[in-house]
């Protein structure tokens, strides 16, 4: 019996310091390894499925531009501008209308026109068909040769619920790039960066966007670093503005604010361009 007592005596020790160990390590380390065990089996989600709570606001826009571009490279063949939506998950066309494109070459150039039409209407065909049946708009900004852009902010709204300021930073993004595709000759001059984060500033700077002509000199790169270039958005009463710094090899780096109006229809009401470094890379058409 002694013996028996002391083995369990023993026992009890050892079991104690098991458990004492379990309880006191830091249990963030193990939680975090199991997350990230989890992370490594799921499929890398696209812009439209990540949660901006997880990620800054720089990251978040980069999706965005990402996914954009991702929807873009379907030019010609498979692009449909309706796969915006699933990348500016927030937005969507009112009721009773999409979203739709076609290309115009003008003659010094040519871009695509993206455009809203009633859903039980026929895709248009001819650039002057989109004249006719008031599809066009002037372009508020940036634009070297003043051709008209389509129209189709009016007929985009947000899902319900969406959070204002996630969708008004989409609906900026839709407004800014989503005729920046296939541009050519003359349409070159609006060819435009969204750059998000501070490692865009840089490799626009040295790159130029893959543009190539004149380098940037190295006090503008530096001048460039200094720009904050984190996207913001501004709710008020009646109107919402959104930042966002831009490259453009015929301009430099610019800061564009977006002011919307508060309430549906979303209308532009204006567009503030500053110059924050100057630079044109001397490439003219």
């Known amino acids: 019996m002694p013996c028996m007592k ?3 005596t023993i026992l009890l020790v050892w079991l104690a310091a098991v458990l004492g160990a379990w309880v006191t390590q830091p249990r963030s380390v193990e939680l975090l390894s199991n997350v990230r065990g989890v992370a490594d089996e799921v499929p890398r989600q696209t812009a439209g499925d990540l949660d901006p709570i997880l990620l800054s606001t720089e990251e978040y826009a980069q999706h965005l531009v990402d996914g954009m571009e991702r929807v873009q490279r379907g030019y010609p063949s498979s692009l449909d501008v309706e796969d915006y939506f699933d990348v500016l998950d ?16 003008w003659g010094h150039g040519g871009n695509p026109v993206v455009y809203a039409r009633p859903s039980n209407s026929e895709t248009v065909k001819e650039y002057d068909q989109l004249r006719g049946r008031g599809y066009l708009q002037s372009r508020p900004l940036l634009h070297h040769d003043g051709y008209p852009e389509g129209r189709f902010l009016e007929y985009v709204t947000f899902r319900a619920g969406a959070p204002k300021e996630q969708a008004f930073l989409q609906l900026a993004v839709l407004a800014l790039l989503g005729e920046q595709f296939a ?3 003359h349409a070159n001059y609006d ?3 969204l750059v998000c984060t501070t490692s865009d500033v840089q490799s626009a700077a040295e790159t130029l966007g893959g543009w190539g002509g004149r380098p940037m000199p190295a006090e503008d790169q530096a001048a460039a670093l200094e720009i904050d270039p984190c996207p913001s958005v501004q709710l008020r009463e009646e109107t ?9 090899p015929f301009g430099g780096f610019l800061e564009l604010t977006y002011t919307f109006s ?13 110059s924050l470094v100057s630079y044109h890379c001397g490439i003219t058409f």
Request: aromatic share 12%; charged share 15%; glycine share 4%.
């Open 240 to 248: 919402a503005s959104v930042r966002l710094v831009v490259f453009s």
């Open 183 to 185: 541009l050519s000759w």
């Open 262 to 274: 508060g309430d549906f229809p979303h209308a532009i009401q204006s567009v503030d361009v500053t």
């Open 6 to 8: 002391a083995i369990l």
């Open 90 to 105: 927030q937005l969507r066309m009112i009721q009773g209308y999409s979203l739709d494109w076609l290309y115009h070459d």
């Open 191 to 193: 060819h435009i960066e």
